[in-house]
């Protein structure tokens, strides 16, 4: 924590993780230590290049409050990611219950006779963060084994990872016995219908045959007559 004689401040920087046509916030906290109410206003160089809020209100005593510095998304890149503006933020002591609506430019002014704190801060612009590198199957293939020391101090040799080109094996040994359990099921669904078919047919011909019989029967009764 950094910190004047009324307000302490973090960061002294504000640090912006410069992206083109992006907008992008740090925040500040400014804490007041004291028992005293302490109003605050926040200035900058370029402020139709920032948002700041709250830009004033008090913080309490023994108390902190949190400032969001927006900065808007910039069409193209200072030279060599240098960065020129600066901020102020200025802090006072107040009579106890004073509000954020209480708050007025004159408060900081010192003509006002009041003893008005500033402190500089500066901004800088960063490199965003990258995303982690994917890690690609295979690449430790061939590699000896490594060795590591654990807490207690012992050497411990790491096994190699297994070659990529086994897992391949066991994959397509899975794909081919999964085939041939496929086709077997086909077989036995062909069988079992080719078998119902027969039996279907050779019930209709028991049936033809005994309605033959029957015709013959009924044509004998009738030449009897």
Same mark, same amino acid.
């Given at each position: 924590?950094?910190?004047?004689?009324?307000?302490?401040?973090?960061?002294?920087?504000?640090?912006?993780?410069?992206?083109?046509?992006?907008?992008?916030?740090?925040?500040?906290?400014?804490?007041?230590?004291?028992?005293?109410?302490?109003?605050?206003?926040?200035?900058?160089?370029?402020?139709?290049k920032?948002?700041?809020?709250?830009?004033?209100?008090?913080?309490?005593?023994?108390?902190?409050?949190?400032?969001?510095?927006?900065?808007?998304?910039?069409?193209?890149?200072?030279?060599?990611?240098?960065?020129?503006?600066?901020?102020?933020?200025?802090?006072?002591?107040?009579?106890?219950?004073?509000?954020?609506?209480? &708050? *007025? @430019?004159?408060?900081?002014?010192?003509? =006002?006779?009041?003893? #008005?704190?500033?402190? $500089?801060?500066?901004?800088?612009?960063?490199?965003?963060?990258?995303?982690?590198?994917?890690?690609?199957?295979g690449?430790?293939?061939?590699?000896?084994?490594?060795?590591?020391?654990?807490?207690?101090?012992? &050497? *411990? @040799?790491?096994?190699?990872?297994?070659? =990529?080109?086994?897992? #391949?094996?066991q994959? $397509?040994s899975?794909?081919?016995?999964?085939?041939?359990?496929?086709?077997?099921?086909?077989?036995?669904?062909?069988?079992?219908?080719?078998k119902?078919?027969?039996?279907?047919?050779?019930?209709?011909?028991?049936?033809?045959?005994?309605?033959?019989?029957?015709?013959?029967?009924?044509?004998?009764?009738?030449?009897l007559?």
């Amino acid at each position: 924590m950094n910190s004047g004689e009324l307000l302490g401040i973090e960061p002294l920087e504000l640090k912006f993780p410069f992206e083109l046509r992006k907008q992008i916030s740090c925040s500040l906290q400014l804490s007041n230590k004291s028992d005293d109410y302490i109003a605050f206003k926040v200035k900058t160089t370029n402020p139709k290049k920032y948002c700041v809020r709250p830009n004033n209100g008090v913080v309490l005593p023994r108390s902190s409050c949190d400032v969001v510095v927006t900065m808007q998304a910039q069409k193209e890149a200072p030279p060599d990611m240098q960065c020129k503006d600066k901020f102020l933020v200025q802090s006072v002591v107040v009579n106890p219950g004073t509000t954020p609506k209480d &708050v *007025t @430019t004159e408060m900081f002014s010192r003509e =006002s006779g009041n003893k #008005v704190e500033e402190i $500089k801060l500066r901004v800088l612009y960063v490199t965003p963060p990258q995303p982690p590198s994917p890690v690609h199957e295979g690449s430790d293939e061939g590699s000896s084994p490594r060795a590591s020391i654990s807490e207690n101090g012992n &050497v *411990t @040799t790491a096994e190699p990872v297994m070659q =990529s080109n086994a897992y #391949v094996h066991q994959e $397509k040994s899975v794909e081919t016995i999964t085939q041939i359990t496929k086709m077997t099921e086909e077989k036995n669904l062909a069988i079992q219908q080719n078998k119902r078919l027969k039996e279907e047919l050779g019930l209709q011909e028991l049936l033809k045959h005994e309605l033959g019989k029957k015709k013959e029967a009924e044509a004998s009764h009738l030449c009897l007559w």
